[in-house]
């Protein structure tokens, strides 16, 4: 999984064999596609990868009638976290988080079932208990995913590896959703685009426990603040639990950092507002980095370790914090506590929420058997914390997930900026509403920002330049309320019902606008 990050290439596509077959498309429905003005309409979208922006992107697509060529690269090429070639692999968590009415996540995902996301449907029909949140069985997920794409006659698949991006192409959308892993090869040619290096940090694998090994005396079920329904399995600790938990912790040896992984802390040019992964992954233009630089992780996803250095109750304010996990044993509040998630629908297995790490795997084992409950557990996958690339958007894209540059070329997904995986869902659907209607000739017209969707895109465009950073969906990327409403209304619960209310009747006059 940490081998050597070396290119490896594979041929070329063919892309004049495919540009001739596009240039037959549009030959044989000239008449069909022709616009107001005369000119040929292309409908054919070429999207590339098959995580969650690519599979909703081109769905979205080919339901408005576009034809769709889906590139996935695996299982030619795979990556350093996927460990299947399936489309719609869930790599770190299940979780698509809150479904609590009147929250951030809750509005993207009203919005997006309302604009008929299809990957967000099936995550609803393969969901398990999660208390208050969205979380699904990842293979089954996967699988539906798989069987919807595979049942839609406008979409081909193509399981080969993209190196070239095709920007003069007039008969060409394309929609770049090849996320955080992008290989190196088509890195660089994003480079070559854009004229600039890219931004990079670290995301996240959370362990897995094969539930049959848990002892289950030692633990309990609970939401917090018994919210939802008692889906999690809490691990609780005493202050002496902890204290041992934290020690072992602060001494376990993590996997040395691989120069691929490594990323400046500061821009490789005074003033430029991008840095780079190394010089494997962005092409031979790239700065070479030292062995010294420090890694910079999002503040979103720090593995358990890196938070812990941050002082000795840090994790108990974080990802092991108690609050309002009553123990049915004590009827108190535990020191500590590491929640359970379950995995899938059989139940067979949970991952450790928030518990990602960089840790070598016999010393996770050594390290999360003291956790109570798990002393004779077994894993079927420990953490890891593996590179993720994204570019600049706020100097590179439009509204509507252009490239400013290029506005035949989208980016969707994480690598244009959003964090997430239904953040990722939301931009793909995003793209492919927008590559269908300039496919037919129209301007494309942006979510509004009123919206949880038109607030991220908003974000991730009009960002200050020098601390964009990726962002998840949060009431603090939407309008804020009038400040005589605020000071009139102090409940913040509240407000939030109000600025929910106000997204989604924003957004659905703009579904009734953009209706075919």
Same mark, same amino acid.
């Given at each position: 999984?940490? /081998?050597?990050?070396?290119?490896?290439?594979?041929?070329?596509?063919?892309?004049?064999?495919?540009?001739?077959?596009?240039?037959?498309?549009?030959?044989?429905?000239?008449?069909?596609?022709?616009?107001?003005?005369?000119?040929?309409?292309?409908?054919?979208?070429?999207?590339?990868?098959?995580?969650?922006?690519?599979?909703?992107?081109?769905?979205?697509?080919?339901?408005?009638?576009?034809?769709?060529?889906?590139?996935?690269?695996?299982?030619?090429?795979?990556?350093?976290?996927?460990?299947?070639?399936?489309?719609?692999?869930?790599?770190?968590?299940?979780?698509?988080?809150?479904?609590?009415?009147?929250?951030?996540?809750?509005?993207?995902?009203?919005?997006?079932?309302?604009?008929?996301?299809?990957?967000?449907?099936?995550?609803?029909?393969?969901?398990? %208990?999660?208390?208050?949140?969205?979380?699904?069985?990842?293979?089954?997920?996967?699988?539906?995913?798989?069987?919807?794409?595979?049942?839609?006659?406008?979409?081909?698949?193509?399981?080969?590896?993209?190196?070239?991006?095709?920007?003069?192409? %007039?008969?060409?959308?394309?929609?770049?959703?090849?996320? %955080?892993?992008?290989?190196?090869?088509?890195?660089?040619?994003?480079?070559?685009?854009?004229?600039?290096?890219?931004?990079?940090?670290?995301?996240?694998?959370?362990?897995?426990?094969?539930?049959?090994?848990?002892?289950?005396?030692?633990?309990?079920?609970?939401?917090?603040?018994?919210?939802?329904? *008692?889906?999690?399995?809490?691990?609780?600790?005493?202050?002496?639990?902890?204290?041992?938990?934290?020690?072992?912790?602060?001494?376990?040896?993590?996997?040395?950092?691989?120069?691929?992984?490594?990323?400046?802390?500061?821009?490789?040019?005074?003033? *430029?507002?991008?840095?780079?992964?190394?010089?494997?992954?962005?092409?031979?233009?790239?700065?070479?980095?030292?062995?010294?630089?420090?890694?910079?992780?999002?503040?979103?996803?720090? %593995?358990?370790?890196?938070?812990?250095?941050?002082?000795?109750?840090? #994790?108990?304010?974080?990802?092991?914090?108690?609050?309002? #996990?009553?123990?049915?044993?004590?009827?108190?509040?535990?020191?500590?506590?590491?929640?359970?998630?379950?995995? &899938?629908?059989?139940?067979?297995?949970?991952?450790?929420?928030?518990?990602?790490?960089?840790?070598?795997?016999?010393?996770?084992?050594?390290?999360?058997?003291?956790?109570? /409950?798990?002393?004779?557990?077994?894993?079927?996958?420990? /953490?890891?914390?593996?590179?993720?690339?994204?570019?600049? *958007?706020?100097?590179?894209? =439009?509204? =509507?997930?252009?490239?400013?540059?290029?506005?035949?070329?989208?980016?969707?997904?994480?690598?244009?900026?959003?964090?997430?995986?239904?953040?990722?869902?939301?931009?793909?659907?995003?793209?492919?509403?927008?590559?269908?209607?300039?496919?037919?000739?129209?301007?494309?017209?942006?979510?509004?920002?009123?919206?949880?969707?038109?607030?991220?895109?908003?974000?991730?465009?009009?960002?200050?330049?020098?601390?964009?950073?990726? *962002? &998840?969906?949060?009431?603090?990327?939407?309008?804020?309320?009038?400040?005589?409403?605020?000071?009139?209304?102090?409940?913040?619960?509240?407000?939030?019902?109000?600025?929910?209310?106000?997204?989604?009747?924003?957004?659905?006059?703009?579904?009734?606008?953009?209706?075919?």
């Amino acid at each position: 999984m940490y /081998g050597e990050f070396a290119p490896i290439f594979v041929d070329e596509i063919d892309s004049s064999h495919l540009k001739c077959r596009q240039k037959l498309f549009s030959s044989k429905n000239s008449t069909e596609n022709r616009g107001r003005r005369g000119s040929v309409i292309t409908r054919r979208i070429k999207i590339i990868g098959g995580g969650l922006a690519g599979p909703e992107a081109a769905l979205q697509a080919a339901k408005r009638g576009c034809e769709v060529d889906l590139y996935e690269m695996r299982p030619t090429r795979s990556t350093e976290a996927h460990q299947t070639s399936d489309f719609a692999e869930l790599v770190c968590s299940n979780s698509l988080k809150s479904e609590s009415e009147n929250t951030a996540p809750w509005l993207l995902k009203q919005e997006m079932r309302r604009a008929g996301s299809i990957l967000l449907a099936e995550a609803d029909a393969t969901a398990v %208990p999660a208390g208050h949140a969205l979380a699904v069985d990842r293979v089954e997920f996967s699988k539906r995913v798989a069987d919807r794409i595979a049942s839609e006659p406008r979409i081909t698949v193509h399981r080969e590896e993209v190196t070239h991006l095709h920007e003069d192409d %007039p008969e060409t959308i394309t929609i770049l959703a090849s996320g %955080p892993l992008t290989s190196p090869a088509l890195a660089a040619e994003l480079q070559r685009l854009t004229g600039s290096d890219h931004l990079a940090f670290y995301d996240s694998i959370s362990p897995i426990v094969d539930a049959t090994t848990i002892d289950m005396d030692k633990v309990y079920f609970a939401a917090r603040y018994d919210k939802g329904t *008692a889906d999690y399995i809490n691990c609780p600790f005493t202050k002496e639990e902890y204290d041992r938990f934290l020690e072992a912790l602060s001494t376990a040896e993590a996997v040395p950092a691989k120069e691929w992984e490594q990323i400046p802390s500061k821009a490789t040019e005074p003033g *430029a507002p991008y840095m780079t992964a190394s010089s494997s992954c962005v092409g031979g233009g790239a700065t070479t980095i030292k062995s010294s630089e420090k890694l910079q992780y999002f503040e979103g996803c720090l %593995p358990i370790e890196e938070t812990a250095r941050r002082g000795r109750d840090t #994790l108990r304010f974080g990802p092991m914090k108690p609050v309002g #996990l009553t123990d049915p044993k004590t009827g108190r509040w535990p020191y500590a506590v590491v929640q359970l998630r379950q995995e &899938n629908l059989r139940a067979d297995s949970y991952n450790l929420v928030g518990f990602q790490n960089h840790l070598k795997y016999g010393e996770q084992s050594r390290v999360l058997k003291l956790i109570p /409950g798990l002393e004779n557990a077994t894993f079927l996958r420990y /953490g890891q914390i593996h590179r993720n690339t994204y570019i600049h *958007a706020p100097s590179l894209l =439009t509204e =509507t997930l252009q490239l400013k540059a290029h506005p035949s070329i989208m980016i969707a997904g994480q690598l244009s900026g959003v964090e997430g995986y239904t953040e990722s869902i939301a931009s793909g659907m995003l793209a492919g509403i927008y590559a269908a209607a300039i496919a037919d000739g129209k301007a494309a017209t942006s979510a509004p920002r009123l919206s949880a969707n038109g607030s991220l895109s908003h974000y991730i465009t009009h960002s200050e330049t020098k601390k964009f950073q990726p *962002a &998840n969906i949060t009431f603090d990327l939407l309008p804020p309320l009038e400040e005589d409403l605020r000071k009139k209304i102090r409940d913040k619960k509240e407000r939030h019902r109000i600025q929910c209310d106000r997204a989604l009747t924003a957004w659905d006059h703009w579904l009734n606008a953009i209706a075919p």
